[in-house]
C-alpha cells in the first residue's frame, strides 16, 4: 500500500488466497477506509486541526470580530458557509484506489478546490495532505476492515 497526497493504491499477489474473494474484500476495505478518511477529516476541521492533528493558526483579531458578530466560532474550523467541507468527497475511484478532494463551488460560486488551495498556502490550514499521522489511521482502518470482512467471508 502506498500513500501519495490523498491517494492510497493497493496491489496484490499470491497463491494463498483465493484472487476473487481477496480482491473482493480488499476493494471493500479499501472504500471503508476512503469513508473513515472523509469522516476524519472533517472531525479535525471541526475541531480546529490540520491533517497532522495540529491546531489551526489563530484567526487574526480583526477576522475574529467579524465572525463573532455573525455568531460564528472563534476556533478556525473551515465552517464559515460549510461548503469546504461539505464538498469533500471521493473524487475518483476504481477496485485498488481512491482520491480525495473537494469539488463544486460555494454560496459565492467560488470554486471550492481554488478556495482550498489558497486557504491552505496563505494560512496553512492543511485540510487535505498526506501526513504521517492521517496515513497511520487510515492503514489501520484499512487493515482492521480487511481482515473482518476476511473472515466474514
Known amino acids: 500500500m502506498t500513500n501519495s497526497l490523498m ?6 499477489s499470491g497463491v494463498l488466497f483465493d484472487p476473487k474473494k481477496i480482491e473482493k474484500a480488499i476493494n471493500e476495505a479499501l472504500m471503508n477506509a476512503g469513508a473513515f478518511l472523509l469522516t476524519e477529516l472533517v472531525m479535525l476541521a471541526n475541531q480546529g486541526k490540520n491533517a497532522d492533528n ?8 480583526w477576522y475574529q470580530a467579524i465572525r463573532q458578530m455573525k455568531g460564528l466560532n472563534l476556533t478556525p474550523n473551515f465552517q464559515f458557509t460549510s461548503s469546504m467541507l461539505n464538498s469533500l468527497t471521493i473524487l475518483s475511484k476504481n ?13 459565492n460560486g467560488m470554486s471550492n478546490a481554488l478556495k482550498l488551495e ?36
Do not use: E, M, W
Request: charged residues 20%.
Open 118 to 153: 489558497k486557504t491552505q498556502r496563505i494560512k496553512n490550514y492543511y485540510l487535505l495532505r498526506a501526513t504521517n499521522y492521517l496515513a497511520k489511521k487510515t492503514a489501520d482502518y484499512f487493515q482492521s476492515q480487511l481482515i473482518d470482512i476476511l473472515n466474514r467471508s
Open 7 to 12: 491517494s492510497i493504491n493497493v496491489t496484490t
Open 54 to 61: 495540529q491546531p489551526l493558526q489563530p484567526y487574526s483579531l
Open 95 to 107: 477496485d485498488k484506489s481512491f482520491t480525495i478532494g473537494v469539488a463544486g463551488v460555494d454560496v
